[in-house]
């Protein structure tokens, strides 16, 4: 037997076991078995703003976490909005309020600062205060008196509505349920100077209270459970009073009318009954007297 080698130098192999088809070095035009078909035809540039998308979208994913949850607005009825002002602050202009103009409310019921809420929509109480207390801010910080002379002509409006029926209930009898300089305030300055769009001298201008619950102390009827509190004053709550419950000058001052007019009662009762037995014993008198008359004739 013998054995046929090929020369080393022969530039093509017979090996049978290698198929001569195969080669480490692809053609050009071939593309790799590792590389999608996708790829092939991929614009650098474009990897590149896939890339710098996916960071804005992470950084604003982040952003969205850090931020705090924003307040939701609370709504209010009228007289939801009468039950829950317990002070009133910030009087600005909004192009947004149907009045033009926005206070913030401190609500009794959760404790917080309510803003924007609309300047017309609050008792005409809390126009006043909120009125006359920014005008005394002056006294330590600029303000626009344009603002407040606009704001204090809505609610002269508002007062002038139902011929004039806030004022029926301010009367002379109800102004000493108000605080001390209410009267000069609302007499000499609202319905005064600002009436006429003028300012009034800093002596003519009374100090207002701190709080709006010591605006006036008369409560309307039905005002609910801590309606004449600031927000420096808790609300007391079922089971926590023990002993002797403390009146509200409000109740005392009510209990107090209510008897006096008792009294009243009980005084017209006395002069009917003293009259009724003067005339029973005039008639009594008179028929023992005919009765002697008729035995001296017999």
């Known amino acids: 037997m013998s054995l046929d080698f090929n020369d080393k130098d022969t530039a093509e192999p017979h090996d049978p076991n290698i198929d001569a088809s195969l080669s480490l070095n692809p053609p050009v035009n071939l593309a790799s078995p590792y590389e999608s078909p996708a790829a092939a035809n991929l614009d650098p540039n474009q990897s ?7 960071n804005i979208l992470s950084q604003d994913a982040v952003t969205d976490q850090q931020q705090p949850p924003q307040p939701q607005q609370q709504s209010y009825t ?10 009133v602050r910030n009087l600005a202009r909004s192009d947004s309020s149907p009045s033009g103009f926005t206070v913030h409310i401190y ?5 917080t600062w309510v803003p924007d809420i609309n300047f017309s929509d609050i008792a005409i109480r809390g126009q006043l205060y909120i009125l ?12 626009d008196r344009q603002m407040l002379l606009d704001a204090a002509a809505l609610t002269l409006r508002d007062i002038q509505k139902d011929s004039n029926r806030w004022e029926r209930n301010y009367s002379a009898a109800r102004r000493r349920d108000w605080h001390p300089n209410f009267t000069a305030f609302y007499d000499d300055v609202f319905k005064g100077v600002w009436a006429h769009r003028m300012w ?5 201008l009374p100090g207002p209270p701190r709080f709006l619950a010591e605006m006036a102390r008369k409560l309307t009827k039905n005002s609910g459970v801590g309606a004449g509190t600031n927000i420096h004053q808790s609300v007391p ?19 107090k009318l209510r008897v006096i007019e008792l009294e009243g009662i009980n005084q017209g009762l006395r002069e009917e ?12 008198s008179a028929v023992r007297g005919g009765e002697g008359d008729f035995a001296a004739g017999e």
């Open 200 to 204: 009034p001298s800093p002596e003519m």
């Open 273 to 284: 009954l003293s009259i009724s037995l003067i005339i029973f014993d005039a008639n009594s």
């Open 237 to 255: 709550m079922m089971g926590e009073v023990e002993g002797t419950v403390s009146m509200s000058p409000v109740a005392l001052r009510t209990l």
């Open 48 to 54: 590149i703003i896939e890339i710098q998308s996916f």
């Open 78 to 87: 009228a007289a939801k909005l009468f039950q829950a002002t317990g002070d």
């Open 132 to 143: 006359w207390k920014t005008a005394w801010s002056e006294n330590t910080s600029p303000i």
């Open 107 to 111: 609500d009794r019921h959760i404790r």
